[in-house]
């Protein structure tokens, strides 16, 4: 009897990961557990999800069953939203720990963060604050940053905020802020060309401005959302990062504009409250796969971005 | 949560952090100075924004993790009451599905809920439910596996509890009232006034609420600390002499409380 050669262990272990699934030029939505049947019932596997980490930071239950079902048909974001890492305390171990279990666990094609804190003490806000962009917070971030790569073994993405105020302390821009933090930490960037457009209307800037000094050539996934509308005090427009309803005209069109200029990189349509029946959110992704897929033609297979 | 250190700026002021918290959970406060509106605009529509998204989301995740208590009250009631409690207790930790373990506490000292009695303790067996949703995924004893252990090792055999078991104890109705109220539509209307001890556990992937009989909810205590099942059951039987052994063992094991048996084997 012939004897079957010995499986290398990084061979062996191989057959209980998920497949592979390459994330690169497809668009997808946020993974809501209420469109799970529909998703499963859905014939169309070009999709990928992402899923807010915290939601998966239980032992078991139907979130991981949930999660196990759907990563092993489609590429998977981890999007965390609250390591806090623009905070000037301490990053939370216990989190970060966390947060590398689920990566090992799920293999994400995508691991993002945000450029925002959420816990000052022992208090968590649940919302994503803003910091002063200057040389002391970027080297407190920087260090944050570092430590999540490092714990990770991987790249992480750091998504550009939407605010509201600006601290009259800051000695830069957001753009060069973050900038220096991909220069010192080799991170790449997740670009929210919602939090681009909300910001800029609520801070009387272009867009496209924003957008001309954002380092592009480092992202690696495009966020696009619906946001409402309210007034400031002085009665002015000011946009509220509401993800609960369609993309606006004017955030698709920078969108086009970015992937006509960058070519095809992973895009993600949230939508976090209100949400839509499954045949709504899926059309919006399906937008943005239109205009990946028209552009993707003057960009070659494996340049750029398309990398991923 | 880690230790509160490196908070503070080397200047030794309080860190923008420390500045832009201090008034997010309380409106009577005014605008932290560090923050401004762009090209000379006011800051307080603008930092009123982050108010409110705090405190809507927190008052969200409470009603996430209290959706039947919320059926009960009424929507604006339940928000009003989340409202004084998420300013009161933030969350301590970033896991929303660990928030709210004190709301119970919370609801039985809350004057205008001083006439729902029993509500905080509905409140407890929600807590327990997530709890129970979200614990270990473990194969749970099967309900003949007691039938494989000698009859007289039995009274030595000790039980290992499943991740998920959680018992709510009340003076009230309260399982029946949870059950009545946990979907949507219209309750029927609750006949029952006695008191009800509540069981929750997830044998797979489905969380099950059931009420325990007369001595189970000790029983079944003193299982899950450790005691064996002649201990468990004499605790049982002289706080309820209608104690029934063999019925609560099978209605524990079929709502799958447990994970092994050990019992020492006869020399």
């Known amino acids: ?308 | 949560m880690p230790p509160v250190e490196g908070r503070e700026g080397d200047s030794g002021e309080p860190s923008y952090a420390a500045v832009f918290a201090g008034a997010l959970l309380d409106p009577d406060l005014a605008t932290p100075a560090a923050v401004a509106g762009p090209k000379s605009k006011a800051a307080g529509k603008r930092y009123d924004i982050y108010r409110n998204n705090v405190t809507v989301s927190l008052i969200n995740a409470v009603a996430a993790v209290f959706p039947t208590t919320q059926r009960i009250t009424g929507g604006d009631f339940f928000r009003a009451m989340a409202r004084f409690y998420v300013r009161a207790t933030p969350p301590t930790s970033p896991l929303l599905f660990e928030y709210g373990r004190d709301f119970p506490n919370f609801i039985e000292q809350y004057e205008y809920a001083q006439s729902v009695p029993w509500l905080a303790d509905v409140a407890r067996i929600e807590r327990a439910w997530l709890d129970a949703y979200h614990a270990a995924d473990i194969q749970p004893l099967m309900p003949h596996a007691l039938a494989s252990i000698p009859s007289e090792r039995l009274v030595d055999t000790i039980l290992k509890p499943h991740p998920a078991a959680r018992i709510v104890r009340s003076r009230f109705p309260a399982v029946t009232i949870f059950t009545a109220n946990r979907s949507d539509g219209s309750a029927s209307r609750v006949e029952v006034v006695e008191a009800e001890d509540a069981l929750l556990t997830r044998p797979a992937l489905d969380v099950e609420a059931r009420r325990l009989p007369p001595g189970g909810a000790i029983f079944v205590t003193r299982l899950i600390a450790g005691d064996s099942l002649g201990t468990a059951a004499s605790a049982a039987l002289s706080d309820s002499p209608s104690f029934d052994l063999a019925a609560n063992i099978g209605g524990l094991l079929e709502a799958g409380a447990f994970t092994t048996a050990l019992y020492r084997e006869s020399q």
């Not at chain 1, 993002?112 to 002391?136: C, K, M, Q, R, V």
């Not at chain 1, 570092?146 to 073994?153: S, T």
């Not at chain 1, 209100?274 to 070659?300: S, T």
Request: a negative charge; glycine letters at 6%; proline letters at 6%.
């Open chain 1, 1 to 308: 009897m012939k004897r079957l050669p010995m499986r290398s262990t990084a061979q062996a272990s191989a057959v209980f990961r998920f497949p592979a699934h390459s994330i690169a030029g497809r668009a997808g939505t946020s993974l809501k557990h209420e469109h799970l049947q529909a998703i499963v019932a859905d014939e169309k596997r070009d999709l990928f999800f992402e899923v807010h980490a915290e939601n998966y930071m239980g032992a078991g239950g139907p979130p991981h069953a949930a999660l196990n079902r759907i990563r092993h048909d489609y590429p998977v974001s981890l999007h965390g939203v609250c390591m806090s890492i623009g905070g000037p305390q301490s990053l939370d171990k216990t989190h970060l720990g966390r947060f590398k279990a689920l990566v090992d666990r799920y293999e994400p094609a995508l691991v993002s963060e945000h450029l925002a804190w959420s816990t000052h003490g022992t208090a968590y806000f649940n919302d994503l604050l803003p910091l002063p962009y200057t040389a002391e917070t970027l080297a407190r971030v920087a260090d944050h940053i570092d430590q999540v790569q490092e714990a990770l073994g991987r790249q992480l993405l750091l998504e550009n905020p939407s605010t509201y105020l600006i601290f009259p302390e800051s000695t830069m821009s957001e753009t060069l802020f973050i900038a220096e933090l991909v220069r010192r930490t080799g991170c790449g960037l997740l670009l929210d060309i919602n939090n681009v457009f909300v910001s800029a209307t609520n801070h009387g800037f272009a867009a496209l401005a924003y957008l001309a000094d954002f380092p592009l050539e480092h992202v690696s996934e495009i966020h696009l959302a619906g946001h409402t509308e309210q007034a400031d005090d002085e009665g002015d427009l000011l946009l509220i990062d509401s993800h609960d309803r369609p993309v606006t005209d004017a955030v698709w069109k920078l969108f086009d504009t970015v992937i006509g200029q960058y070519g095809p990189i992973p895009t993600l349509v949230e939508w976090d409250s209100d949400l839509p029946d499954w045949p709504l959110l899926k059309a919006e992704a399906d937008a943005a796969q239109a205009i990946i897929d028209r552009h993707a033609q003057g960009f070659m297979p494996g340049k750029a971005h398309a990398a991923r």
